[in-house]
């Protein structure tokens, strides 16, 4: 079954009682049982709930997974992913991801003795150096959130597996549509499903999946056990935002690269981050595992200070300044002062996010109207 069909029918079917097309929306805590454990696979909803369940397997197909699990946010994710960590466990993450990511790596585990190594990723030879005998996973965003490094999964799963390691990767900024990391030799791809896999800005959720039966087993346990789980109406939004996923993310790549290149010859902007560009650092490697180059992108201002960035975000309309990304419509923000404000100041700048710097996330409105409010914002 190809990606697109996938999107509209993998995992789910028709209402057995009423043959309604559309997964029901199943408002319950609670399921009848027959006698004293005869049911039909649903107790408790905090443990399962239909509607969660075919969002679940809807999920675990797109990314060639055997299995998924759905959690309240992204953070409800990656929070049960670090519980199969041990005290003294390392971690070694990339340098370049999300300011929540950075936060609970560094102000809730690192606490219960779990070390985390934040190093530049694109450079395999970084990863190499930091390995030792209690390296227990690697943690990958690629693109990476802001400056769209691309790290090579292939050869960091390889090396990882050869080394006991497990290897995550955060596919938030791709969506299935564009990469598949588990195809790649990673053993989990997490998503914040808020983002691109819903696409309309009205569900907060994550999700993991995997193929790896025993660590099924282990993160269902956390999840039942700490109860970090979505509604079913929430469930049934995504349901519904995924079966337009693959259009909705060749609209949010055609319009990237128009954008893209028109902020590269714009006179007032000094420099565009994009994979997509032939002379971005590991443009190649994007090339071989991303299906497109997506629809985010940062950029930083020829007057380079907090000032004049500020000046643009207060000045876009249709580009909305608010957090979050992946959405129909485009919306920008200011990583240093917003998405990644928990990440130290000297930390963010060893990446190469500068206070000046903006983010993008280009939407699936017509890319003229779009070019023409960026026009305006930069004057």
Not at 30 to 42: F, I, K, W
Not at 153 to 169: E, F, P
Request: aromatic content about 8%; charged content about 20%.
């Amino acid at each position: 079954m190809k990606f697109e069909t996938k999107t509209i029918h993998a995992g789910v079917h028709p209402d057995p009682f009423t043959g309604a097309i559309m997964t029901p929306i199943y408002q319950t805590s609670t399921y009848v049982q027959r006698s004293p454990g005869d049911h039909d696979g649903y107790e408790y909803s905090r443990t399962h709930n239909p509607t969660r369940t075919q969002l679940q397997n809807n999920l675990a197909s797109l990314e060639n997974g055997n299995w998924g699990l759905c959690f309240g946010s992204g953070m409800g994710a990656i929070d049960t992913l670090c519980k199969v960590l041990n005290p003294g466990d390392e971690v070694i993450a990339t340098n370049d991801l999300y300011g929540g990511s950075y936060r609970i790596f560094t102000k809730v585990y690192q606490d219960f003795g779990i070390k985390f190594h934040f190093v530049d990723l694109s450079e395999i030879e970084n990863f190499k150096e930091k390995i030792n005998s209690k390296t227990r996973m690697v943690w990958i965003e690629t693109p990476t959130n802001p400056m769209l490094t691309i790290i090579d999964i292939r050869s960091i799963a390889g090396i990882a597996k050869a080394n006991g390691i497990l290897t995550v990767v955060d596919n938030t900024f791709c969506s299935p549509y564009l990469q598949n990391p588990l195809d790649l030799g990673a053993d989990i791809v997490m998503h914040s499903v808020t983002k691109y896999i819903n696409g309309h800005s009205d569900v907060v959720m994550g999700a993991i999946i995997g193929k790896d039966e025993a660590m099924l087993e282990r993160l269902s346990f956390i999840q039942n056990s700490c109860g970090a789980v979505p509604g079913p109406f929430d469930c049934f939004l995504t349901l519904r935002g995924i079966k337009t996923l693959h259009v909705r993310m060749a609209r949010h790549c055609e319009n990237g690269k128009v954008i893209a290149n028109y902020l590269r010859n714009h006179p007032k902007v000094n420099k565009v981050y994009w994979p997509g560009f032939e002379d971005h650092k590991n443009h190649l490697v994007a090339k071989s595992q991303m299906k497109d180059f997506g629809g985010m992108i940062s950029f930083t201002l020829k007057e380079d200070s907090i000032e004049a960035a500020h000046r643009f975000l207060s000045r876009s309309k249709l580009f909305a300044l608010a957090e979050s990304l992946g959405g129909v419509e485009s919306l920008c923000g200011h990583p240093s002062s917003m998405t990644h404000a928990s990440i130290p100041r000297e930390e963010r700048l060893k990446s190469g996010l500068v206070d000046s710097l903006i983010r993008l996330s280009v939407g699936i409105e017509n890319a003229d109207d779009l070019m023409e409010d960026l026009d305006q914002a930069l004057s």
